[in-house]
Structure formats: C-alpha cells, structure tokens
C-alpha cells in the first residue's frame, strides 16, 4: 500500500471520529429548552475564570487549566448565537492571556465590526498592537484529501485541426486523457521573527508541502526558505522585505529552483478595513526543460472589510509576467477574486470565493492557434467551503473546500475542466 493510501485511510478514521464526537441532535434539542439563565450562568462562570487566571503569581499550569475552561463555555455560546459580541471579545481575551495570538487577533478584528463602546475599541486596539510587537514563532501544519477530477488540467478534445495546402483538415489527437485521482496533501512551515530594535524584526522560517496520488507522475514536492526583516512603521502599517529561494519536484525528480526576493506589507485602514500587499521576483531554472528559464514578477493587493462580527467580505487583484527563453511561453496576466466568509448559527461557517484570470503569450502559437498568432486564454475558478466549529476533536474541526474550474482559449488542445477540493482538519477558534 502506498503511503498516499496509509493517509487517506487515516485521514477518513480521523473525519469519522470527529463526527462521532458530535453530540446528538436531540442534545441540542434539549439546550433549546434550557431556560436562558443556563447561558448567562455559562458567560458569568467564563468571566469568572478569566479574572482568576490573570491573577499575578499563578502556576503556568492552573492559569491555563482556568483558560482553557473559559475558553470551552464561551466557544458554546459561539457555535449556536455567533453574533454576540461581548462574548466574542472575552474569548479573544482569553486566547490572548494563552499567549494564542493568531486566534485572539482573528476575533478582536471581529469585535471591532460589532461597533462596540470607544473604551473598548481603543483597548482592544492597544492589546492588537501588542500581538504584533509580541509575535516570535509561528508554526502551521495540515493534512487533506485532495480528490481531482482532471489532475494535470488535460483537454478533452479529441480531434485538432491543422491548416494545410488542402485547407483545413481535423486531426485525431493521441496525447492522453484527463486523469482523475484522490491525493493525498500535507504541508507544514514555521517562522522565527528576531528582535532587532523596537520596529524592527529579523524573520527566518520555511515552507515544505508534499501532495501526492496514486500515479506517480503527478506526485508533486515544494520547498521554501525565507530570510529578511520586518518593519513595523507604524501603529497600523507594517512591510516586509524577504529573501527567498524554492525549490519543486515533480515525480520526485527535481522540476525547478527558484531564487529572488519578496515585498509584503499591510496596512489597517480603519477598525474594519485592513489593505495588504504583495510583490515578488524570481529567476526560475528548470532542469530539464530549459527552454521555460527565466525571471518571474507579480504583484497583488488586497482589501478585506468586516462587515459585521459575523461577516468578512475581501477582494483582490493582481499581475504576473513571465520572461522564458522561448518566446511563445513568454506571458503576462492579470487577475480578479472576490470572496465572502460568514459565521451561521449551530457552527457553520460558509464561505466562496471567485477568480478569473487573463493570460496573454507571445510569439506564433501555430497550428494551435488557426492562422497562426498569439495565444490567449480566460480561467474562472469557484471555490466554496464549509465547515462545522460544533464537530472538534482537539481544537481541529473537518471542512471540506471544492473547486471548480475552467479555461477557455483560442489555442486549441488548451480548453480544460476540472472538480478538485480538500477534506481537511483546520483549527477553530
């Protein structure tokens, strides 16, 4: 059995025992009838225990035993009613006493969109500003299934035509079919960020994912590194210029290797509204297709708005160009995504999002495009996910993302569809 199998096995035991550790319909049956003391009785015993644990002198052990109890009370109350908003910033309070930045900054963003009192949006601001100044390590590690309907984004086509001295005539084509498969991904990464003045941090970290099938021509490997600083340039503002070198196997022979630089940064343009962007270049080798050598740019930027604590809407744009060797692979492209994630009662979480690209290439596309000349292709995406805060097993949750997606192009042999998703255990809360 190959290892791709072993995991998806496991994956499948894993997804089964947390929906196993659902409670019962009529469980939540019987909370409904509950008289609403119940919940207020929960959110005072959370405060309780908050106030408790943020006592000076406490044994590491029992303030986190304390925090972790809040945390349990208050993620109930979450799952059922996610628009309460004072319950939300306690439990941002508490991942924040955890030492639980990412966690407690993703809810005290939410909380700042519920309008609350200006005492606590400026308190809440002042504790945003001490996670960003605080951050040391960060550490990020998955594992999904990953069923495809057309892994390697082959046409359907079943015949070409070509322009001949006898006109155009229709010739079969004898490349392959579109190969579906369950894959299995894993991933994993980490950050250490350096304290080198007040504003400034030095960051080191890496990357490293493996996704891989049950054919293995379409096994595919990346690994990254990073090295660079940070500038934190003000209250709301910060940037980041990195040195980074990847590397990709495909087949688990060496595809390519990429080395140049990166420049992020972000930008909170009030209590609701962040701005980021993006900026890199690359001088990518291949090692045995040499004729796609050569630099790569793009550029994005981004906004997201919380609407509402229960409702974050974000959009983006970008561009890429890409300077190979051979002239008919050189291209630009540019692209749009609009998305929106919302919190429902009973711990749904739904959110979708839509992309489309523009890819123009150079050069004389002959005989794929008739008559000869450029090639030029338009790729939508859909992308939706799902997932139930309610179903955990050690603080992950399952959520299941699919994808679908399509490319029309004036090459022929170079139209696709494809159905792909990930089956994945993500951290709540």
């Known amino acids: 059995m190959r290892l791709s ?17 659902a409670p019962p319909a ?31 002198g406490l044994p590491a ?29 306690e439990l941002a309070r508490a991942y924040f006493l955890m030492g639980e930045d990412t966690l407690a900054r993703r809810h005290f ?6 309008k609350p009192p200006a005492a606590v949006v400026a308190n809440v601001q002042r504790i945003l500003g001490a996670i960003r100044a605080r951050k040391r390590w960060t550490v990020r590690f998955g594992i999904a299934l990953a069923p495809d309907s057309n892994i390697a984004a082959q046409t359907r086509e079943g015949t070409i035509l070509i322009d001949t001295q006898f006109g155009r005539l ?30 400034w941090r030095l960051r080191m970290g890496g990357d490293i994912s493996r996704r891989e099938y049950q054919s293995d021509p379409f096994d595919r490997m990346s690994l990254g590194v990073h090295l660079g600083p940070r500038w934190l340039i003000g209250p709301r503002t ?22 140049g630089f990166r420049l992020s940064g972000r930008h909170r343009l009030n209590r609701r509204t962040v701005t980021s962007f993006n900026a890199s270049w690359h001088d990518r080798r291949y090692t045995g297709r040499r004729w796609l050598d050569g630099p790569l740019v793009d550029a994005a930027a981004g906004l997201g708005w919380t609407a509402l604590p229960t409702l974050r809407l974000d959009a983006a744009a970008g561009w890429g160009l890409q300077r190979t060797k051979r002239e008919r692979e050189r291209n630009s492209s540019r692209w749009l995504r609009a998305g929106a994630t919302t919190l429902l009662p009973w711990g749904f979480t739904v959110g979708g999002s839509g992309t489309v690209r523009w890819t123009d290439y150079e050069g004389n596309w002959a005989p794929f495009v008739l008559g000869g000349g450029a090639r030029s292709d338009r790729t939508w995406s859909v992308r939706l996910n799902v997932l139930n805060r309610a179903l955990t097993l050690s603080g992950f949750s399952p959520q ?3 994808v679908h997606e399509w490319r029309r192009s004036n090459a022929q042999l170079h139209d696709y569809r494809r159905t792909f998703g990930e089956m994945r255990l993500v951290r709540q809360f």
């Open 5 to 21: 199998d072993r995991i998806a096995l496991g994956l499948a035991v894993v997804f089964l025992l947390v929906s196993a550790a």
């Open 26 to 56: 009529g469980a939540q049956t019987r909370a409904q009838t509950r008289p609403a003391i119940t919940a207020d009785a929960a959110f005072k015993r959370a405060l309780l225990l908050i106030k408790a644990a943020s006592r000076p």
């Open 61 to 89: 052990k029992t303030k986190d035993r304390q925090l972790r109890a809040a945390i349990v009370l208050l993620r109930s109350m979450l799952t059922q009613r996610p628009g309460l908003v004072r319950v939300r910033l």
């Open 109 to 114: 963003e939410r909380v700042l969109a519920g």
């Open 170 to 199: 229709p010739f079969a084509y004898s490349g392959d079919p579109p190969t579906s498969g369950i894959g299995v991904a894993v991933w994993a990464g980490g950050e250490y960020q350096y304290p080198l003045a007040r504003s």
């Open 238 to 259: 910060e940037a980041s210029l990195l040195a980074s070198a990847r590397m990709s196997w495909l087949s688990d022979e060496t595809d390519y290797r990429d080395l």
């Open 400 to 402: 299941i993302s699919v």
